[in-house]
């Protein structure tokens, strides 16, 4: 029974959604809890199918004034769905606590069915078998699948929502054997039969302080009930705080051919929640995850690489002038290098257009104000248009800098900072970007308060918390909005 980590969890929230639980009904479902996953792998690959060969022979049809070649697209939809149910199954979006989850839903299946037909164009590309593919077909099943998936989902959500409440789902018959303390337990039968499983009884075990006695006859007694019963499966709800009990009722429960299953209670089930995995022959649990998974880090890195290395080819002309202007303009390096704090703290050095006469770089830094006489003729135009930040491009080719993240401070700022604003180092928990979520927000420039800090740092971790693809092209977008405003670019 895969329950115990997450889907008693799932249940529990269904059930308490304020709802009035209605009469049980008459008929139940054909189909367990436990299939939901592999019924909903099979509808996916059966829209996947159907799809194809609508859009195929529709196309033809207006196109040609035939069906085409049906064989032709039950490959192509051979091919998609084996790559995008894999994906999907490998973020574990089949599960039925995540299928209730629409926005995560819609959000997984955008990314991964655009990466699928991209992937194709590029292998159908790299092998020029373009001339045997009908890409108006194609384009035509991409939109069919793709909506047919999404209306599927929201078809799923609300058959799970209805199984679950009005307990439709077919189940396994059970006994429930209980620990007295905790209120969990007055839960949880509703809990098994919302989720299908028949419940035949339910035990409860007294408190130690109520004599052993009295506990191995209520455990008897459930080993003489299950005994020549219909009953196929006996689950235990109990603090493993108290484990040298609750193994002795394991012991004793071995005497029965059926499956037992352990359902943690208390606050040391908060554990069983998080992801796991195996480290050798141990369980290695995750009880925090990091900002990005292996996954989004590997895809934001390649965006970066790619826009940034299209950033530099495209602005060349603009940086060389520049680089030109500056050293026309007044004696000093044509870039200002400092160094900033970034992922994990570590230290870099920045690269800028140098916009000043001076190049601050130790334990006392002064930030620019308005009218600052240390900014140059050219640099006050520069830092306008924010064009001194376009050699930060470079810092996101070579690794040290995302395109979108919080902003960069100086190391004597960090520290200054660190000390104002409480949870100012969880910024470190992600690359710093060239632009980020305080800045399209007005949090440009400098800080000369600590209200003005704070307000920053708020947006930096509200960016943090709420990362996705879609956030970071909106503020790869509003930035160039930001820039043409100008607002506190001094």
Request: hydrophobic share 45%; glycine share 6%.
């Given at each position: ?55 195929g ?49 819609v ?38 699948g ?30 429930l ?16 039969t ?31 009930y ?25 012991t004793?429960?071995?005497i029965?051919?059926f499956?037992v ?5 208390g ?208 503020i790869?977008l ?7 405003r ?5």
């Amino acid at each position: 029974m895969n329950f115990i980590k997450r889907d008693i969890d799932l249940a529990r929230s269904v059930a308490v959604t304020g709802l009035r639980e209605p009469s049980p009904p008459a008929r139940k479902w054909p189909i367990t809890y436990d299939s939901v996953e592999i019924i909903t792998v099979l509808a996916d690959a059966a829209v996947i199918l159907s799809t194809s060969i609508v859009a195929g022979i529709c196309y033809h049809l207006y196109t040609f004034g035939a069906p085409g070649d049906i064989l032709e697209y039950v490959g192509s939809a051979a091919i998609v769905a084996a790559l995008f149910i894999s994906l999907m199954k490998s973020r574990e979006m089949y599960k039925p606590a995540e299928l209730l989850i629409l926005r995560t839903q819609v959000r997984a299946i955008s990314v991964l069915w655009i990466a699928v037909f991209f992937l194709l164009a590029g292998a159908i590309f790299a092998l020029k078998t373009g001339n045997e593919i009908s890409r108006g077909a194609n384009l035509l099943f991409a939109l069919f699948g793709y909506s047919a998936l999404i209306a599927q989902r929201f078809l799923w959500r609300r058959l799970l929502t209805e199984g679950m409440i009005k307990k439709r789902f077919s189940g396994r018959k059970i006994v429930l054997i209980t620990d007295h303390s905790h209120s969990a337990e007055s839960n949880l039968p509703h809990v098994l039969t919302s989720l299908g499983f028949r419940l035949e009884r339910h035990f409860t075990l007294p408190p130690p302080e109520h004599g052993s006695r009295r506990r191995e006859k209520i455990i008897s007694s459930a080993i003489a009930y299950v005994r020549g019963s219909e009953v196929e499966e006996i689950v235990v709800g109990a603090d493993l705080n108290r484990w040298p009990e609750l193994r002795s009722l394991i012991t004793e429960l071995r005497i029965l051919p059926f499956p037992v299953n352990l359902i943690p209670l208390g606050a040391v089930s908060e554990i069983f929640k998080q992801p796991s995995h195996t480290l050798g022959n141990a369980t290695c649990i995750e009880v925090q995850r990091g900002p990005l998974t292996p996954f989004e880090y590997t895809a934001k890195r390649c965006i970066d690489i790619v826009l940034s290395g299209m950033g530099v080819l495209t602005l060349l002309p603009l940086l060389i002038i520049v680089a030109i202007a500056i050293k026309l303009d007044s004696p000093g390096p044509v870039l200002f290098k400092q160094r900033r704090c970034g992922f994990n703290g570590r230290c870099f050095q920045i690269l800028k257009f140098r916009t000043m006469t001076v190049l601050e770089d130790g334990a006392v830094v002064t930030q620019a104000e308005r009218g600052d006489n240390r900014v140059t003729p050219l640099g006050k135009w520069l830092r306008r248009t924010s064009i001194d930040e376009l050699p930060q491009l470079f810092n996101v080719l070579e690794g040290s800098m995302s395109l979108v993240g919080p902003r960069p401070h100086a190391e004597a700022h960090d520290t200054q900072f660190d000390k104002i604003v409480r949870n100012y180092a969880l910024r470190h928990r992600v690359k710093p970007g060239l632009t980020g979520w305080a800045q399209v927000n007005g949090c440009r420039g400098a800080t000369p308060t600590s209200t003005d800090i704070e307000r920053r740092v708020e947006f930096d971790l509200w960016y943090i918390d709420n990362w996705s693809f879609r956030l970071d092209f909106a503020i790869l977008l509003q930035t160039f909005t930001e820039v043409l405003r100008c607002r506190n670019a001094y």
